[in-house]
């Protein structure tokens, strides 16, 4: 699987962005997607994941209830949608692909394929 991610950018504190990752090479639905970021001197950590048919979504703390993951299988793409973001949200965005079922976290070795990151800054 071949994974583009996209959509990072500059915003203010409280503002929102919205991240897509694209993905080609093989059967879409057959993979769970996560998104991961690695912030500056830390390293990268699990954001969220969606199940094959988008039917379950998990998410780390820091993040629920601000960050939406969905997908649209029919356009092999997965999404982030990040609303009253922080200065901590500050990181290189990654997505995430793996067969593996997990009930919550990732965690790096559990995902097979990765895209190149997009950055995301958030200005206090």
């Known amino acids: 699987v071949q994974l583009q991610a996209s959509g990072g950018g500059l915003v203010q504190a409280g503002g929102s962005l919205r991240l897509s990752c694209a993905a080609s090479?093989?059967?879409?639905?057959?993979?769970?997607m996560g998104w991961f970021r690695r912030a500056p001197g830390k390293e990268r950590e699990f954001v969220a994941s969606?199940?094959?048919?988008?039917?379950?979504?998990y998410y780390v703390d820091s993040v629920k209830g601000r960050f939406t993951i969905s997908r649209d299988n029919r356009e092999n793409t997965v999404y982030l949608q990040m609303n009253s973001l922080k200065p901590d949200d500050t990181a290189v965005y990654y997505c995430?692909?793996?067969?593996?079922?997990?009930?919550?976290?990732?965690?790096?070795?559990?995902?097979?394929?990765w895209g190149k990151g997009t950055q995301v800054t958030v200005s206090s």
């Open positions: 995430a692909a793996t067969r593996k079922f997990r009930s919550g976290t990732y965690l790096d070795l559990d995902m097979d394929y």
């Open positions: 090479g093989r059967t879409f639905i057959n993979y769970i």
């Open positions: 969606i199940s094959w048919n988008g039917g379950r979504a």
